[in-house]
């Protein structure tokens, strides 16, 4: 399986996870094979636990990059799991470029959000990558 259809397959339980809070990464995954939606990949399990592992920061690293006077309950449901597991690969991931997370995620809000939604992906990964980038080159 391609990494893009893992991270769909991470897109699909990240964003189930919203409306259905109490379940659990593997028995949203369940439903899911046994719906025939799709059998989870190993990646967009390690990928969905992760994002849900760490929410609190990966919000955090949302709310940061906001524009003033935005709030987080602004972003729309599919752009907000999106984001996560965009922040989540580029903070966690290091087999991941970022720029490979940056364009995946931008994919993903082009196939299930409105063009607007897109643009407000990559401009916010966008400002999250330079924040990494300059924190990497002060570290170093």
């Known amino acids: ?7 769909e397959q991470a897109f699909v339980i990240v964003f189930e996870k919203e409306f259905n809070s109490e379940s659990t990464v593997d028995e949203i995954a369940a439903a899911a094979k046994e719906a025939e939606l799709f059998e989870t ?12 592992a760490d929410i609190e920061a990966l919000d955090k ?3 940061e990059n906001l524009r003033a006077g935005w709030r987080i309950s ?7 799991a999106i984001l996560r ?10 087999d ?12 993903l809000a082009k196939k299930y959000a409105p063009e607007t939604d897109a643009r407000f992906v990559n401009g916010l990964l966008s400002s999250v990558a330079k924040k990494l980038k300059a924190q990497a080159e002060e570290n170093a």
């Open 85 to 94: 597991m965009a922040i989540c690969e580029m903070t966690q991931f290091d």
């Open 1 to 7: 399986m391609k990494r893009s259809e893992a991270r």
């Open 96 to 107: 991941v470029p970022v720029s490979v997370s940056i364009n995946e995620a931008v994919e």
């Open 41 to 52: 990949d190993k990646f967009a399990k390690r990928l969905s636990e992760a994002v849900f």
């Open 61 to 63: 690293i949302i709310v």
């Open 74 to 80: 602004r972003i729309s449901k599919v752009a907000l």
